[in-house]
């Protein structure tokens, strides 16, 4: 088990890191730090710029094959690259959709025409992606979608109707994949269909909603007869689940220590404030920031583990209690932050670096919801992580 | 950079898990319990000479096998699953170690070999009171023939029946650190009455111990400094021996609540036990990065201060997931939990004690927040 990386490693390290600084200069100097959770509204077309900066100097999706317009990096390159990235303050990236889950999806489940027909935009930051899962009555119980796909048999393109929510960056964006039920009286899981659709067509109405942050980064989408082409389905029609669980377990990976660096960089910001206003010197606060850091270090190695054994395949204990441990100690982290910004935490009145990290520290109260809520990662490693009885259905 | 167990480490692993198993269940523990040295000779020489567990991290120029902390981690998670009753934490752990970081050579070569070879059981004496830093208890005053050792020490895990008691002393202005032989005059050691009976801890008397100039064997280097690197490396290890337990606690549980039936099912299928359970994962799988981790970075030669207090991070946070387990194991185990004969109070009971031991998890948060906000 060992920690140190290899000469070619760190080379790399010094190589993306000159990059970026080199990069993030001129007009994108003002996006450092900007455009992460809680901050999404910042900039959206600076930082699709940023995108195609990005993607000229190779450094978009970096972990897909060469073949696809990536650098094959290695499990550890992918760390440094993240790492690196996080470091510089370089913002929070548009394309995450796209180069994180849509098209590593493609990749693994999509023919090869969808590949040579999404795959560059997305590489180049020229095609911007959202999400169609959640529905009013779908979140947890994502299996209970109705949105409804039926194929026209004349054109063969399938008519959406119903409606998606929580889609964040909906109104930024290009395309959506979206989980429909194709078999009509089908239930669960079964009867589904994933489908790719452009946003800017008759029949889709994007609303936004606003958040607890007082920004409104997602958003409601009315289908009301939206059409997606019959060579935009991924997998078989009713087949769609498997496709949907596919992408989701892409959301686990290498991208996962760009976080905590993030993390690292909100952590150390608040120990500064700590040292300027007094609070390093309450007790009990010293002891939730010694705390905090020691849950960071256990987030770094379980990451490390889980990256380590990704060959495997298997899903294995360490990879399924991350994201409750992550989300959970984040929020914690926030409240860390209002609690010694003292009583000027309930002020919006403070400059960028303390604003942001307010901003984090609220929408942290999402972190234990989205993406498989606390109630539902207990469950999930309940049953799956400990072999005890899964819950019974009604019939 | 590779985070995952070598081959080799995974068979040493799999090796104690079958041999604990085996010599070291439920009902051989119970039986050292009741022993008055608290451990079965038997057993500790099959770890000691048969299976070669005290040399893991001896070098092997004394006889050791030269393998690093990862390894030494992986024995005591699994001893401390099993709540094994060997004075191993006492031998190698304290004393082994103590001679490792702060022995001269010649004290190494004398001792190291045997502790090796498990023909000889030590401990080490810290501190005046406690299993961990603290005023010293014991002062070295200059004699003709060497030192003259003057003082108490309260809680010496495994005082009453170790064959070589280290000591931490104050000698002048300053520290160092004496072997004492047990049969050696003025040294009176009283086992104490605990409520963990899986470990024992004695409270050990100095008047007059005369020794001569060789025993002290730290060659006139340590200080506060190199203590607290002592320390730091003794409470990983003890972390992991609390992660073995937390384990052994959430696997009680669920071997209880699959087969416990109530209200016409298995109580393992209510969401309330379901999520407790999880819960219980969470803190241990946790647990498991941090003291895994650490003991990496220490095998990877990391920065000492880096290894210290991620050392401290992991025995905090383990001393927490093992009370957490216990309780929790007690609890779901229903009324059965609060009885004798089953296993969860064993765990409860030695996370209490082991909490206190090696620096408690608010004593080592502070020295971790000194360390970022003071600096």
């Known amino acids: 088990m060992r920690l140190d990386f290899t000469p070619e490693d760190e080379a790399f390290r010094i190589e993306i890191a000159r990059w970026l600084d080199q990069h993030l200069s001129g007009p994108f100097e003002a996006l450092r730090h900007r455009g992460g959770p809680g901050d999404e509204d910042a900039d959206p077309a600076l930082r699709k710029a940023w995108e195609r900066e990005l993607s000229v100097g190779g450094w978009t999706c970096v972990g897909w094959p060469k073949g696809w317009g990536g650098r094959d990096l290695s499990i550890e390159q992918q760390l440094i690259f993240h790492e690196e990235y996080a470091r510089a303050g370089a913002p929070g990236r548009l394309g995450h959709l796209g180069e994180g889950l849509i098209g590593p999806t493609l990749l693994a489940l999509g023919t090869d025409e969808q590949r040579a027909r999404f795959l560059p935009g997305i590489r180049e930051g020229t095609q911007y992606w959202c999400q169609g899962f959640s529905e009013p009555s779908a979140g947890s119980d994502l299996a209970n979608v109705q949105t409804r796909a039926v194929q026209d048999a004349a054109i063969g393109d399938w008519v959406v109707h119903g409606q998606k929510v929580w889609t964040s960056w909906a109104l930024e964006s290009d395309w959506i994949f979206v989980l429909a039920r194709s078999e009509p009286g089908s239930k669960g899981h079964k009867g589904l269909t994933f489908l790719l659709m452009p946003l800017d067509q008759p029949g889709v109405e994007i609303r936004p909603i606003r958040q607890l942050t007082g920004g409104a980064e997602f958003n409601e989408i009315f289908f009301d007869g939206a059409c997606a082409k019959a060579c935009d389905v991924v997998g078989k029609p009713g087949e769609g689940w498997a496709v949907a669980m596919a992408l989701l377990s892409f959301e686990r990976g290498a991208s996962t220590l760009g976080q905590q660096m993030h993390f690292t960089q909100e952590l150390e910001l608040l120990m500064q404030l700590a040292r300027d206003n007094g609070a390093a010197r309450d007790p009990h606060l010293r002891g939730r920031i010694a705390q905090a850091w020691a849950g960071l270090r256990v987030l770094r190695y379980n990451a490390l583990r889980m990256l380590s054994g990704l060959q495997d395949g298997s899903l294995r204990p360490e990879a399924m209690m991350y994201k409750y441990c992550w989300s959970n100690w984040h929020r914690d982290l926030g409240k860390l932050a209002l609690d010694v910004m003292g009583v000027d935490g309930d002020l919006r009145e403070h400059p960028l670096p303390l604003r942001l990290l307010q901003q984090s520290a609220l929408f942290a109260r999402s972190d234990t919801i989205y993406a498989g809520t606390n109630e539902i990662q207990l469950n999930l490693i309940a049953e799956r992580a400990l072999g005890m009885p899964r819950a019974a259905r009604p019939a | ?375």
């Open chain 2, 1 to 375: 950079m590779n985070f995952s167990l070598t081959d080799d480490q995974v068979l040493i692993r799999d090796a104690a898990v079958d041999f604990l198993s085996q010599r070291s269940d439920s009902a051989a523990v119970r039986a050292a319990m009741e022993t008055e040295t608290g451990f079965d000779p038997a057993l500790w020489a099959q770890i000691g000479a048969e299976l070669g567990w005290c040399a893991t991290t001896i070098p092997e120029d004394l006889g050791g096998l030269g393998l690093g902390q990862v390894e030494l981690v992986l024995l005591m998670e699994q001893m401390g699953r099993r709540l094994s009753c060997a004075p191993f934490l006492s031998t190698v752990v304290l004393a082994g170690n103590a001679l490792l970081q702060q022995g001269s050579e010649a004290a190494q070569a004398r001792y190291l070999p045997r502790i090796a070879a498990g023909e000889l059981r030590a401990t080490l004496g810290l501190a005046g009171r406690g299993v961990g830093l603290g005023a010293p208890g014991v002062r070295a005053l200059r004699s003709d023939a060497g030192w003259r050792l003057e003082g108490s020490l309260a809680h010496v895990v495994d005082g009453a029946s170790a064959e070589l008691i280290l000591v931490v002393a104050l000698v002048d202005d300053g520290l160092g650190l004496f072997a004492v032989p047990r049969e050696t005059s003025g040294l009176d050691a009283r086992p104490l009455q605990t409520w963990d009976l899986t470990r024992r801890v004695a409270r050990l008397e100095l008047s007059g111990v005369a020794l001569d100039a060789a025993a002290r064997i730290d060659g006139d280097a340590m200080n506060l400094q190199t203590l607290r690197q002592v320390e730091a490396r003794a409470a990983l290890l003890l972390a992991a021996e609390q992660l073995g337990g937390a384990q052994q606690c959430l696997d009680l549980t669920l071997a209880y609540t699959a087969e416990r039936v109530q209200f016409g099912q298995k109580i393992a299928s209510f969401q309330a036990v379901k999520h407790r359970c999880a819960q219980m994962m969470v803190e241990i799988e946790a647990t498991r990065s941090l003291v895994y981790g650490a003991a990496a970075l220490a095998d990877s030669g990391g920065d000492a201060g880096a290894v210290m207090l991620e050392a401290g991070a992991a025995k905090a946070r383990a001393s927490e997931t093992l009370f957490f387990c216990a309780q929790e194991a007690v609890q779901l185990h229903g009324g059965v939990g609060f009885t004798w004969e089953y296993d969860p109070h064993l765990y409860l009971k030695r996370a209490q004690a082991s909490a206190h031991w090696l620096g408690t998890a608010d004593q080592w948060r502070e020295r971790i927040a000194a360390a970022l906000l003071d600096a």
